[in-house]
């Protein structure tokens, strides 16, 4: 343990997502339908798969498959000569493995990558130097697959020439044109939002799905719909993700721990306010890996609770899905660029908060049942996009914190119609958004709470 405490940052972080995407494969090798896991990605990788696409319909071991090479490949694209794995590596991998369970594949994942490298060989910047922009470039795979497999129609097609043309040109247009877009994005939410790729995929989606199915084929948005079915509840999901996550995350603690981290060290992240920050760097990573253990243990606890909450000890079992599972490592991407139990608590209570006070509101004027629980699907992946804004919390208190995800409750579910279901950081570009609305006034206003904490000792 001494000599992988005293690799460097870039070093460990490799060896670390080594690590997260080996568990998936060896997960997928010992689960009880293994057998059919390799059928499965085969299957995954040939349908469209517009979020939010359940691939636990495939199979649980198939989808364990193909997020451990999703993960490989990530793994891949940053040991790239020039690539230095930092905070915002570790975003971009964690989030790509966890859309490995609802959107991206190793197939849909490779045009914009491609693109990525057409600029990298036009510019003339070495490939390890983008490898971020390759991993952000896959948040739009479902917009690849679409045109695949069945555009300019709503019926399945499978592999044809014509959607192989039209999905390699638009991954390779949008994987040239990303990397300027991830550069300008952070100035338009002045680092409150973690997830900053999301602005320029996002305004991506929006812009093609406007292109190529509103102005070309003249369609609304309701008319592109899903193909894959939804996988019944099964209590094999519920073990087999809580067993999983549990093991993943405590030996990540018990490896902090042998590596030296120390509950002063930890408790030093705790009270970090997340806003610009990388965690590995600035208290080493002992102390990171501690935060992914905690911080992931945290998001089971919370996914698990507000189910029993909804619905009890039946609703549990129901909830974990291949979306609230990949979940989890989209939201725990943040553990080393801002978030973690202390500032991201606040956001979760605020999600809590607001569900319950318009459910009240919703019955108060005549409806019958309430959609947006805290257990259904979208509010639980909301969720894990509104985690993004926990700066605002670590930086301005509690409060604010919930306010902010009150706000990202009431906008998320509505934000799919804009890019059409093709944008996976669909939280993210909502958050963005919140960003844009509230961070002027926070600014104009408020005051951080360093600046509360300077001003009562002055007095």
Same mark, same amino acid.
């Given at each position: 343990?001494?000599?992988?405490?005293?690799?460097?940052?870039?070093?460990?972080?490799?060896?670390?997502?080594?690590?997260?995407?080996?568990?998936?494969?060896?997960?997928?090798?010992?689960?009880?339908?293994?057998?059919?896991?390799?059928?499965?990605?085969?299957?995954?990788?040939?349908?469209?798969?517009?979020?939010?696409?359940?691939?636990?319909?495939?199979?649980?071991?198939?989808?364990?498959?193909?997020?451990?090479?999703?993960?490989?490949?990530?793994?891949?694209?940053?040991?790239?000569?020039?690539?230095?794995?930092?905070?915002?590596?570790?975003?971009?991998?964690?989030?790509?493995?966890?859309?490995?369970?609802?959107?991206?594949?190793?197939?849909?994942?490779?045009?914009?990558?491609?693109?990525?490298?057409?600029?990298?060989?036009?510019?003339?910047?070495?490939?390890?130097?983008?490898?971020?922009?390759?991993?952000?470039?896959?948040?739009?795979?479902?917009?690849?697959?679409?045109?695949?497999?069945?555009?300019?129609?709503?019926?399945?097609?499978?592999?044809?020439?014509?959607?192989?043309?039209?999905?390699?040109?638009?991954?390779?247009?949008?994987?040239?044109?990303?990397?300027?877009?991830?550069?300008?994005?952070?100035?338009?939410?002045?680092?409150?939002?973690?997830?900053?790729?999301? %602005?320029?995929? &996002? @305004? +991506?989606?929006?812009?093609?799905?406007?292109? #190529?199915?509103?102005?070309?084929? $003249?369609?609304?948005? /309701?008319?592109?719909?899903?193909?894959?079915?939804?996988?019944?509840?099964?209590?094999?999901?519920?073990?087999?993700?809580?067993?999983?996550?549990?093991?993943?995350?405590?030996?990540?603690?018990?490896?902090?721990?042998?590596?030296?981290?120390?509950?002063?060290?930890?408790?030093?992240?705790?009270?970090?306010?997340?806003?610009?920050?990388?965690?590995?760097?600035?208290?080493?990573?002992?102390?990171?890996?501690?935060?992914?253990?905690?911080?992931?243990?945290?998001?089971?606890?919370?996914?698990?609770?507000?189910?029993?909450?909804?619905?009890?000890?039946?609703?549990?079992?129901? %909830?974990?899905? &291949? @979306? +609230?599972?990949?979940?989890?490592?989209?939201? #725990?991407?943040?553990?080393?660029? $801002?978030?973690?139990? /202390?500032?991201?608590?606040?956001?979760?209570?605020?999600?809590?908060?607001?569900?319950?006070?318009?459910?009240?509101?919703?019955?108060?004027?005549?409806?019958?049942?309430?959609?947006?629980?805290?257990?259904?699907?979208?509010?639980?992946?909301?969720?894990?996009?509104?985690?993004?804004?926990?700066?605002?919390?670590?930086?301005?208190?509690?409060?604010?914190?919930?306010?902010?995800?009150?706000?990202?409750?009431?906008?998320?579910?509505?934000?799919?119609?804009?890019?059409?279901?093709?944008?996976?950081?669909?939280?993210?570009?909502?958050?963005?958004?919140?960003?844009?609305?509230? %961070?002027?006034?926070?600014?104009?206003?408020?005051?951080?709470?360093?600046?509360?904490?300077?001003?009562?000792?002055?007095?």
């Amino acid at each position: 343990m001494k000599k992988i405490k005293n690799l460097s940052q870039e070093s460990f972080l490799k060896l670390f997502f080594l690590f997260v995407s080996l568990c998936f494969v060896v997960g997928a090798c010992i689960l009880p339908d293994r057998a059919k896991m390799f059928a499965a990605l085969w299957d995954i990788m040939r349908y469209p798969c517009k979020i939010s696409t359940n691939y636990f319909a495939y199979s649980f071991a198939g989808t364990f498959l193909n997020m451990g090479l999703v993960g490989l490949i990530c793994t891949a694209l940053c040991c790239l000569p020039g690539s230095k794995p930092n905070q915002v590596t570790t975003l971009g991998v964690l989030l790509t493995i966890g859309f490995g369970s609802w959107g991206i594949n190793p197939l849909n994942m490779l045009p914009t990558v491609l693109g990525v490298a057409l600029f990298c060989l036009v510019k003339k910047e070495k490939l390890g130097a983008m490898s971020n922009a390759m991993l952000y470039s896959t948040g739009i795979a479902p917009l690849i697959s679409d045109l695949l497999f069945r555009y300019p129609g709503t019926a399945y097609l499978g592999f044809n020439w014509l959607g192989l043309g039209l999905a390699l040109l638009v991954g390779l247009i949008i994987g040239f044109f990303l990397p300027a877009g991830l550069g300008h994005a952070p100035n338009i939410h002045k680092g409150y939002d973690h997830y900053s790729a999301a %602005v320029p995929i &996002g @305004m +991506t989606a929006f812009f093609l799905r406007t292109v #190529l199915y509103n102005v070309m084929l $003249g369609w609304k948005i /309701g008319d592109i719909g899903k193909l894959t079915t939804w996988a019944a509840p099964h209590a094999e999901f519920f073990w087999g993700c809580n067993i999983f996550c549990v093991a993943v995350f405590g030996l990540c603690i018990l490896f902090a721990l042998l590596m030296g981290c120390k509950p002063k060290d930890y408790w030093q992240l705790l009270k970090d306010s997340g806003h610009g920050v990388c965690f590995s760097a600035k208290y080493g990573t002992p102390a990171f890996l501690m935060n992914v253990g905690v911080f992931g243990l945290m998001i089971v606890a919370y996914f698990n609770l507000a189910a029993f909450i909804d619905g009890g000890a039946e609703r549990m079992s129901t %909830v974990w899905t &291949g @979306m +609230t599972f990949g979940i989890v490592f989209c939201m #725990l991407a943040t553990c080393n660029s $801002g978030s973690h139990p /202390g500032n991201v608590w606040p956001i979760m209570a605020g999600y809590i908060v607001t569900s319950f006070l318009f459910g009240w509101i919703f019955k108060a004027l005549g409806g019958e049942t309430y959609g947006l629980t805290i257990s259904n699907q979208s509010i639980l992946i909301g969720l894990c996009y509104a985690n993004g804004l926990s700066p605002v919390s670590g930086k301005y208190g509690f409060g604010y914190g919930m306010l902010a995800s009150g706000l990202h409750y009431l906008l998320v579910t509505a934000v799919p119609d804009m890019h059409g279901g093709f944008c996976l950081y669909n939280g993210g570009f909502t958050a963005a958004l919140i960003c844009l609305l509230l %961070v002027p006034q926070l600014e104009k206003f408020c005051k951080t709470k360093e600046e509360r904490k300077l001003q009562k000792a002055a007095k």
